[in-house]
């Protein structure tokens, strides 16, 4: 039985199974049939014998199966069909079918072909090396079609030809050659049977010298055999001889059918080869008898001039158009649709224009390259660098942001890769303030406004790993700024450095639509955070706005499971440090995101791991990293319960005994990244020390901590490069050891608190005791002795400085936590005190070190400082920054020559040391009467410093340095004079700094309130004549003025005197009006004294601005205004003032009388109309507290005080006063409650008028003359009462119009007269007199009615006020009217009055004359 083939069975099998087959005459499985062809006419089978001129094996053949086998054949190649049209076709005998078919399909689909077309290589064993020719060019030139296009050897072709064969035409007619299409041309004219050939397909053959060479057709290389030579001479004698065998006849009919069968292309190659090898045997352009041309009619032996002439005329023709422009390139007439030619679409293809030469005042777009540097609009830089792919302004260098925002979303990876790169590039540029005295306006704003959070976030969802890397880079650039964060780390080792303030936004107060709902149907503040949409987030907050878009999670995928290089791993780090630095909330996403620090913990902090290769390791995988360590450091100071967590759950804690257990020259790592992770642990365990945790660790590595406090000295060397490492190492040791000393303090007091809580909630006693630390004091003592004399040694003085102020911050809390222990031993206490400060502090406050230093307070202030000098890095509202970049190269409290670490250390240490040893203090008064510290703060009471995000980290360590100074000067003034003669700038800068203090240290306003501000012995003047030298000035005041009916200025010395007697009452009132900041003063004095199981965070509170106004001192007379002041009707009700209500105003009066007269500098601050405002509360508390005497007497003297002519210049009223939105709405209050309660009281009178200056706004005089007409019947101020000179009303005219018709109507109609309101009827006399009298130009609405009010004057009944209007000369205080007259009116207004008079006389007779 017959079998399948096999896929095993070779072609001898098959064939023979074929014939067995055949043998056994079974029939076939499959039938062949003939199926006509429509498309040939062919009706059935017998069509196919009729039709002529197709030979049967062209016929196609249809195969019909007549049962499907049951399994499915093998797949084995089927063979090749055949085609109808391959017998008629000409081929050569070496040539390939599927090859030329492949070189024939010209289809876009056939590009698949090139692959195989080209995958066969040729044998080039038998071809002749030739080197090239040399040549004086180190490339070959570059073709361009525009160059060749001017001299196009093949006009006729009507075909386009590659640059490759316009270039070796061109070279043939240099050399005196015919291109190849020319030279194959024929002279003789074409036979009557080619006439009717297409043009270029006739040719004429010439046999009577047929070559016997090798063909030029067949060449050989592709048989590859060692007899290929032979075998093409063999085939190339077999066609000479069918040519010899043929007529001519025949060889005519087949040229016709190749001409017609063959593609044009391989006819032009065949040309081709006949041409070059025509050209290499007759370069004289001879023809040979006997050769083959393919040719349209023209000579074979050369063409004529004149049609050279007319092929490169042809060329060169163009359209008039173009001709006209100067275009990059020439269309041709044989150009598809070039018939219209836009020379705007052939500009790019043309040179770049020149660069701008000259500078220009016009704002350019800025362009920069892929480093993130700006490139001037006149710079000209080669292309060759990839900055000119661009389409707008082609001649400039360089990006724009539109463009890198666009190539970001490129579909192109190394586009996207490098538009993000070269964003984070410039993001980092512009964070350091490079661009701010370039660029006009903020880059960082502009992205952001542009939509570059939503950009980086798509970006950060790509797939490939070098977008990613490149998005991390740049999101790092943009919310991670290094300088802020080196600054932080290197404050870390100050007083107090643990707190930071949380990196959040100002708070844009939004406007409440739901005011008027009831408290159940407002949305709570997550409801409305949850309204918002992504947008409106970032834009107020950058690091919430990512949290919001999961940014956390997407870190987490990167880190887990793309797990990238060292680079994109240190930016997610510090990416994820930026944003636990934005508030406890983000640092507890970050705890709570899912898998995120388990994959920190377990990468990139393992507990073993082995020595890395290389110092710089392709990966970080399996390795400590001191930027995760610090991570951890981060997230616990953002409160105690995130500190647990990490220390129990996250197994910091182990981390901690692995890395700190040994030296870092053990730790198996990179010298240096040993140090940063040992410096690191040592923070985060100094962070949880800071809340009492982690301090059993203090046990067990209690002998590694000794060994590394004495291996110090052996590793600190001045030359040894690892020196700043290893001081920071040793700084974050010595942070540890003073937290450990504070818990270890807190031990007995939370012991006994434990046992007498009786259930209430107290901390547990931490496992460290006082008697764990006691060890400690003696071999630091022995250090600091040694850094001490270490000053003496330039080489060795920077490193003593350095970590000097390190040292005094321990022995400072050890001390203060002794005293409170019961094993404190007083008089050995002394006698240790006495030892350190004859031994350590007395040689430092003389050193020359140190002197050198102070000098340079003022010039390394935050507070007085200058800021025009200041650098201004790029910020945003919605992402707050220290404004840290360029730190090094400015002075600040950063720079080595800054004297604050060690100056505060020293102040710390003293006010330890002078609050047990009294007897001390007299030792250390000579730091407060040196010269550089008296100027520091003589600097400090005249500055304003601006709040700000990026000044309060600094200030917040400068404001520890000047409450020091106070609280030793508070020490020293009682009992040293020397001290005692700056009590009153002591005083000052107390003042100055109380409304300084930031959020977080409302203990020290709570010190200074307490004892150094109202402390009579910094108020001196109260007790060496200054009362009565205040009287004394006031007697020539009193000689000048005739009379007052007011309270004379003389009482003012005895109520300064009375004052003075109650300042102990008015701490009490100011104290008890800030008893809401209890809570807030207790946190802020567990923090400052160390209190560490009390600590809930070491973040600061949140920087909203000062714990106080600046116009604290009226603070209870603000307050009660609002318990007692109601808004009704425009007026005010008040049923009862609160108890103590009159003694709380009068202490509040008695003690802004004393500023205002002694600290009058330090009221500066505070805008005069502030001030204005907040005294006009004593009117408005309520009906008749401003008519109890000790009120009217200290009003008054305020008054007096605010009326001063200085005083009146500076004030404006046109600027809101805080908490209002304009001083016109306190006044209309004022006029309301005038009306209700003044009974004409002179005092609220005076209130009353002075706003109506003319210098102020108009509407408050148009408020009394139209509302409040009624007031002027009480309004019986007299000018001298006033004490505002009358000029200030008068002078300049009144230019309101409605103004003056409302001051003519009071005067007309009899409200305004001189007995009800004295002040306003000169004030309207005048306005009116110098209105009527005007002769200036004017519209003619303004000049009717000066007319008409003149003559109304003129006719008016009332005599006296007739002649006060007419007669009115200026105002005079001293005068009985409060104003002079003329005897007669002035010649100029008595010709004015004619004038007027007499026109309207002319006027009444013309109409009468009419009449």
């Known amino acids: 039985m017959l079998q399948r083939p096999k896929p095993t069975d070779s072609e001898a099998d098959i064939l023979k199974e074929q014939q067995e087959f055949i043998k056994s005459g079974g029939l076939s499985a499959a039938s062949v049939f003939r199926r006509p062809d429509k498309r040939r006419g062919e009706a059935g089978g017998d069509a196919e014998d009729a039709h002529t001129g197709h030979n049967e094996e062209s016929q196609r053949d249809v195969v019909t199966i007549e049962d499907l086998p049951d399994e499915l054949p093998s797949l084995t190649p089927a063979p090749p069909k055949k085609s109808r049209f391959k017998n008629s076709r000409v081929t050569f005998e070496d040539e390939d079918a599927g090859v030329t078919l492949d070189r024939h399909d010209t289809h876009i689909t056939g590009n698949k072909h090139i692959s195989r077309y080209y995958s066969l290589e040729r044998d080039t064993t038998s071809i002749p090396i030739t080197l090239p020719e040399v040549t004086g060019m180190a490339f070959p030139k570059v073709l361009h079609r525009s160059a060749s296009s001017t001299q196009d050897p093949f006009p006729a072709m009507g075909r386009k030809k590659s640059i490759f064969a316009y270039q070796i035409a061109a070279q043939r007619l240099k050399e005196g050659k015919l291109p190849l299409h020319l030279a194959s041309q024929t002279p003789q004219n074409p036979k009557p049977s080619e006439q009717?050939?297409?043009?270029?397909?006739?040719?004429?053959?010439?046999?009577?010298?047929?070559?016997?060479?090798?063909?030029?057709?067949?060449?050989?290389?592709?048989?590859?055999?060692?007899?290929?030579?032979?075998?093409?001479?063999?085939?190339?004698?077999?066609?000479?001889?069918?040519?010899?065998?043929?007529?001519?006849?025949?060889?005519?009919?087949?040229?016709?059918?190749?001409?017609?069968?063959?593609?044009?292309?391989?006819?032009?190659?065949?040309?081709?080869?006949?041409?070059?090898?025509?050209?290499?045997?007759?370069?004289?352009?001879?023809?040979?008898?006997?050769?083959?041309?393919?040719?349209?009619?023209?000579?074979?032996?050369?063409?004529?001039?004149?049609?050279?002439?007319?092929?490169?005329?042809?060329?060169?023709?163009?359209?008039?158009?173009?001709?006209?422009?100067?275009?990059?390139?020439?269309?041709?007439?044989?150009?598809?649709?070039?018939?219209?030619?836009?020379?705007?679409?052939?500009?790019?293809?043309?040179?770049?224009?020149?660069?701008?030469?000259?500078?220009?005042?016009?704002?350019?777009?800025?362009?920069?390259?892929?480093?993130?540097?700006?490139?001037?609009?006149?710079?000209?830089?080669?292309?060759?660098?990839?900055?000119?792919?661009?389409?707008?302004?082609?001649?400039?260098?360089?990006?724009?942001?539109?463009?890198?925002?666009?190539?970001?979303?490129?579909?192109?990876?190394?586009?996207?890769?490098?538009?993000?790169?070269?964003?984070?590039?410039?993001?980092?540029?512009?964070?350091?303030?490079?661009?701010?005295?370039?660029?006009?306006?903020?880059?960082?704003?502009?992205?952001?406004?542009?939509?570059?959070?939503?950009?980086?976030?798509?970006?950060?969802?790509?797939?490939?790993?070098?977008?990613?890397?490149?998005?991390?880079?740049?999101?790092?650039?943009?919310?991670?700024?290094?300088?802020?964060?080196?600054?932080?780390?290197?404050?870390?080792?100050?007083?107090?450095?643990?707190?930071?303030?949380?990196?959040?936004?100002?708070?844009?107060?939004?406007?409440?639509?739901?005011?008027?709902?009831?408290?159940?149907?407002?949305?709570?503040?997550?409801?409305?955070?949850?309204?918002?949409?992504?947008?409106?987030?970032?834009?107020?907050?950058?690091?919430?706005?990512?949290?919001?878009?999961?940014?956390?999670?997407?870190?987490?995928?990167?880190?887990?499971?793309?797990?990238?290089?060292?680079?994109?791993?240190?930016?997610?780090?510090?990416?994820?440090?930026?944003?636990?630095?934005?508030?406890?909330?983000?640092?507890?996403?970050?705890?709570?995101?899912?898998?995120?620090?388990?994959?920190?913990?377990?990468?990139?902090?393992?507990?073993?791991?082995?020595?890395?290769?290389?110092?710089?390791?392709?990966?970080?995988?399996?390795?400590?990293?001191?930027?995760?360590?610090?991570?951890?450091?981060?997230?616990?100071?953002?409160?105690?319960?995130?500190?647990?967590?990490?220390?129990?759950?996250?197994?910091?804690?182990?981390?901690?005994?692995?890395?700190?257990?040994?030296?870092?020259?053990?730790?198996?790592?990179?010298?240096?990244?040993?140090?940063?992770?040992?410096?690191?642990?040592?923070?985060?365990?100094?962070?949880?020390?800071?809340?009492?945790?982690?301090?059993?660790?203090?046990?067990?590595?209690?002998?590694?901590?000794?060994?590394?406090?004495?291996?110090?000295?052996?590793?600190?060397?001045?030359?040894?490069?690892?020196?700043?490492?290893?001081?920071?190492?040793?700084?974050?040791?010595?942070?540890?050891?003073?937290?450990?000393?504070?818990?270890?303090?807190?031990?007995?007091?939370?012991?006994?608190?434990?046992?007498?809580?009786?259930?209430?909630?107290?901390?547990?006693?931490?496992?460290?005791?006082?008697?764990?630390?006691?060890?400690?004091?003696?071999?630091?003592?022995?250090?600091?002795?040694?850094?001490?004399?270490?000053?003496?040694?330039?080489?060795?003085?920077?490193?003593?400085?350095?970590?000097?102020?390190?040292?005094?911050?321990?022995?400072?809390?050890?001390?203060?936590?002794?005293?409170?222990?019961?094993?404190?031993?007083?008089?050995?206490?002394?006698?240790?005190?006495?030892?350190?400060?004859?031994?350590?502090?007395?040689?430092?406050?003389?050193?020359?070190?140190?002197?050198?230093?102070?000098?340079?307070?003022?010039?390394?202030?935050?507070?007085?400082?200058?800021?025009?000098?200041?650098?201004?890095?790029?910020?945003?509202?919605?992402?707050?920054?220290?404004?840290?970049?360029?730190?090094?190269?400015?002075?600040?409290?950063?720079?080595?020559?800054?004297?604050?670490?060690?100056?505060?250390?020293?102040?710390?240490?003293?006010?330890?040391?002078?609050?047990?040893h009294k007897g001390l203090t007299c030792k250390f008064t000579g730091l407060l009467v040196s010269e550089p510290v008296i100027v520091y703060l003589r600097t400090i009471s005249e500055a304003t410093p601006a709040l700000s995000y990026s000044q309060a980290w600094l200030l917040h360590h400068e404001h520890h340095l000047i409450y020091l100074l106070l609280r030793l000067a508070y020490r020293s003034v009682p009992i040293e004079a020397q001290v005692a003669k700056h009590a009153p700038l002591y005083h000052e800068v107390a003042l100055v700094l109380l409304p300084w203090l930031l959020p977080g240290n409302e203990n020290l306003a709570h010190d200074l309130l307490s004892t150094l501000i109202f402390s009579k012995d910094f108020i001196s003047e109260s007790h060496s004549g200054g009362p009565e030298a205040i009287e004394l000035s006031e007697l020539k005041l009193r000689e000048e003025a005739s009379r007052h009916t007011s309270p004379s200025l003389q009482t003012m010395g005895a109520l300064l005197r009375e004052a003075c007697k109650n300042l102990p009452s008015i701490r009490g009132c100011f104290l008890t009006h800030l008893a809401h900041m209890e809570s807030s003063v207790l946190v802020s004095q567990n923090t400052l004294l160390g209190r560490s199981p009390w600590i809930k965070t070491h973040l600061l509170p949140e920087l909203t601005g000062p714990i106080l106004p600046l116009d604290w001192p009226f603070l209870p007379l603000v307050s009660l205004y609002e318990k007692t002041g109601v808004s009704c009707g425009g007026g005010l009700v008040v049923d009862e003032l609160p108890h103590g209500a009159l003694q709380s105003v009068t202490q509040c009066l008695q003690w802004l009388l004393v500023l205002e007269v002694w600290r009058e500098e330090t009221l500066k601050v505070i805008l005069p109309v502030a001030k204005l405002a907040r005294l006009s509360c004593v009117f408005l508390c309520s009906s008749d507290l401003f008519l109890e005497k000790p009120i009217q007497n200290l009003t008054w003297s305020l008054y007096r005080l605010l009326t001063r002519p200085s005083r009146l210049d500076s004030l404006d009223l046109n600027i809101p006063p805080p908490g209002l939105a304009s001083f016109q709405d306190l006044y209309s209050a004022l006029l309301t409650q005038y009306e209700a309660v003044s009974f004409g009281d002179r005092l609220f009178g005076c209130w009353i008028l002075l706003p109506l200056q003319r210098k102020f706004s108009t509407p408050m005089r148009l408020a009394v003359f139209g509302e409040h007409l009624g007031i002027l019947r009480s309004l019986g101020v007299t000018p001298d009462q006033l004490s505002i000179a009358m000029e200030r009303f008068t002078s300049p005219p009144e230019d309101s119009l409605p103004l003056v018709r409302l001051y003519f109507r009071s005067l007309v109609t009899g409200s305004l007269k001189p007995c009800w309101c004295p002040v306003l009827y000169v004030v309207a006399l005048a306005h009116v007199n110098s209105f009527v009298f005007c002769q200036d130009a004017a519209a003619q609405e303004v000049d009717a009615v000066r007319q008409n009010m003149l003559r109304k004057i003129y006719y008016m009944t009332n005599e006296v006020l007739k002649n006060h209007l007419l007669l009115f000369r200026q105002a005079k205080q001293d005068s009985k009217l409060g104003f002079d007259t003329y005897a007669q009116l002035p010649p100029i207004r008595a010709k004015h009055l004619e004038n007027v008079l007499g026109l309207q006389n002319g006027t009444c007779n013309d109409r009468r004359e009419d009449r």
């Not at 850094?787 to 040694?793: G, P, S």
């Open 196 to 916: 009717n050939l297409p043009p270029q397909r006739n040719m004429d053959i010439d046999l009577s010298n047929l070559p016997v060479s090798i063909s030029r057709l067949v060449s050989g290389q592709g048989l590859g055999g060692p007899n290929s030579s032979d075998e093409t001479k063999r085939i190339h004698r077999e066609n000479q001889d069918k040519l010899l065998a043929m007529s001519q006849s025949e060889i005519l009919e087949e040229q016709n059918k190749l001409l017609y069968q063959l593609d044009p292309r391989l006819v032009e190659f065949v040309r081709s080869r006949r041409a070059d090898s025509s050209a290499c045997k007759h370069p004289e352009g001879k023809s040979r008898e006997g050769s083959v041309h393919f040719s349209s009619g023209s000579s074979s032996s050369g063409v004529p001039s004149s049609k050279l002439k007319d092929v490169t005329m042809a060329e060169e023709e163009v359209s008039p158009q173009s001709a006209k422009t100067d275009l990059p390139v020439r269309p041709q007439k044989e150009w598809v649709h070039m018939d219209q030619v836009e020379p705007d679409k052939l500009e790019w293809m043309g040179n770049l224009p020149a660069p701008r030469k000259t500078r220009t005042k016009q704002a350019m777009q800025a362009r920069f390259d892929f480093n993130g540097s700006l490139i001037p609009p006149t710079e000209d830089l080669p292309t060759h660098l990839g900055l000119h792919h661009h389409g707008e302004e082609p001649e400039r260098a360089g990006y724009s942001l539109q463009e890198l925002f666009l190539l970001s979303r490129s579909q192109l990876i190394q586009q996207r890769t490098l538009a993000l790169s070269t964003l984070g590039n410039i993001l980092s540029k512009a964070r350091a303030g490079e661009y701010h005295s370039t660029l006009k306006g903020s880059i960082l704003s502009t992205l952001l406004d542009a939509g570059l959070i939503f950009l980086l976030r798509f970006a950060l969802d790509d797939g490939v790993e070098g977008v990613m890397a490149a998005t991390v880079h740049a999101l790092r650039a943009l919310v991670v700024c290094t300088e802020d964060e080196e600054c932080l780390d290197l404050t870390f080792s100050w007083f107090r450095g643990l707190a930071s303030f949380p990196l959040l936004p100002s708070k844009e107060e939004e406007e409440e639509d739901d005011k008027s709902l009831d408290d159940i149907l407002k949305e709570t503040a997550k409801e409305k955070e949850a309204r918002k949409t992504d947008y409106d987030v970032a834009r107020q907050d950058i690091v919430k706005g990512l949290l919001r878009m999961k940014l956390l999670p997407r870190l987490r995928y990167i880190l887990e499971v793309v797990r990238p290089s060292p680079r994109v791993v240190q930016d997610i780090l510090e990416v994820l440090i930026r944003i636990a630095r934005h508030s406890s909330s983000s640092a507890t996403e970050v705890l709570d995101c899912p898998r995120l620090m388990e994959t920190v913990m377990s990468e990139f902090l393992p507990t073993c791991w082995t020595t890395p290769s290389l110092p710089f390791p392709q990966s970080v995988y399996g390795l400590p990293l001191a930027c995760a360590m610090k991570l951890l450091r981060i997230l616990a100071t953002s409160g105690r319960h995130a500190c647990a967590r990490l220390l129990n759950s996250f197994g910091v804690r182990e981390r901690l005994s692995r890395l700190l257990s040994v030296e870092p020259s053990e730790l198996l790592l990179e010298p240096r990244e040993a140090l940063r992770i040992t410096t690191e642990s040592y923070r985060m365990w100094a962070v949880a020390a800071g809340y009492g945790q982690a301090c059993d660790l203090y046990i067990d590595l209690y002998p590694a901590l000794v060994r590394a406090l004495q291996s110090f000295h052996r590793t600190l060397a001045p030359s040894d490069p690892l020196l700043q490492p290893q001081l920071q190492r040793v700084l974050a040791l010595l942070s540890l050891l003073t937290q450990v000393t504070h818990t270890a303090g807190c031990h007995q007091e939370l012991q006994i608190g434990m046992v007498s809580s009786a259930g209430d909630e107290c901390p547990p006693p931490p496992p460290v005791s006082w008697g764990h630390v006691t060890g400690l004091p003696a071999p630091l003592l022995g250090h600091l002795k040694s850094f001490v004399k270490a000053l003496d040694h330039p080489e060795q003085r920077d490193i003593s400085v350095i970590l000097m102020p390190a040292y005094l911050l321990y022995f400072a809390a050890f001390y203060r936590q002794l005293s409170k222990q019961n094993c404190f031993q007083p008089v050995e206490t002394l006698h240790e005190l006495e030892q350190l400060t004859s031994g350590v502090l007395i040689p430092v406050i003389s050193h020359s070190v140190l002197q050198d230093l102070i000098k340079n307070l003022k010039s390394s202030s935050v507070v007085c400082s200058d800021k025009s000098s200041q650098v201004h890095p790029d910020t945003s509202p919605s992402l707050p920054g220290l404004a840290c970049p360029g730190w090094r190269d400015r002075p600040g409290l950063m720079v080595s020559s800054s004297p604050f670490p060690l100056l505060t250390g020293l102040m710390l240490l003293m006010e330890t040391i002078a609050g047990i």
